[in-house]
């Protein structure tokens, strides 16, 4: 069973721990040697790294305002190998970079594969406390998951997970 990449600030170390993958505030992806501090490569623009499997980099970008799209590196080089098909997120949902108060992203890796997780939320952000009728309006919760298959860019849509 392969070793589980881990989460870094601004992004993810490989499973070794030998590098980290992290995104400036413009998004651009910077390949770090853990031991030197040494910047290996700079790659892309408006990627979020993820997750690491084998030699492949898995990021995101917003695809649009509400979709992500899951991006395969060259975690050697940084050569953009695939995109995958977007995941719609729903219609008001607000996807980002970074996780928010209203969106978070996670990512497991799963053999050649990695799992996507997202959850978003929607709240009232008016002035005045609204009647309970507009604020139930308002309020909006979904969460999702699919898996990535790292070889190909094939996307499986996962069942929702069970409200906790």
């Known amino acids: 069973m392969a070793e589980a990449a881990t989460r870094f600030p601004r992004g993810v ?15 651009t992806v910077l390949a770090l040697d853990l031991a030197t501090g040494e910047v290996r490569w700079r790659a892309g623009t408006a990627l979020r ?7 492949v980099l898995v990021a995101a ?8 799209e899951p991006v395969m590196l060259d975690a050697g080089d940084g050569r953009e190998l695939r995109a995958a098909e977007p995941l719609a997120l729903p219609d008001w949902a607000q ?4 996780d928010t108060p209203d969106y978070a992203l996670r990512a497991e890796a ?20 609204p009647s309970a009728m507009v604020q139930a309006a308002a309020e909006r919760d979904a969460r999702g998951a699919a898996r990535v298959d790292v070889d190909s860019g094939a996307v499986e849509a996962l069942p929702e997970p069970a409200a906790a």
């Open 95 to 98: 996807a980002s970079l970074h």
């Open 61 to 68: 970008r917003v695809a649009g305002p509400n979709q992500v």
């Open 49 to 55: 790294p993820l997750s690491v499997v084998d030699d």
């Open 13 to 27: 170390a490989d499973p070794g721990a030998a590098r980290a993958f992290v995104n400036d505030r413009a998004g």
């Open 110 to 129: 799963e053999g050649g594969s990695v799992v996507l997780r997202w959850s978003a939320q929607a709240r009232y952000r008016g002035g005045a406390p």
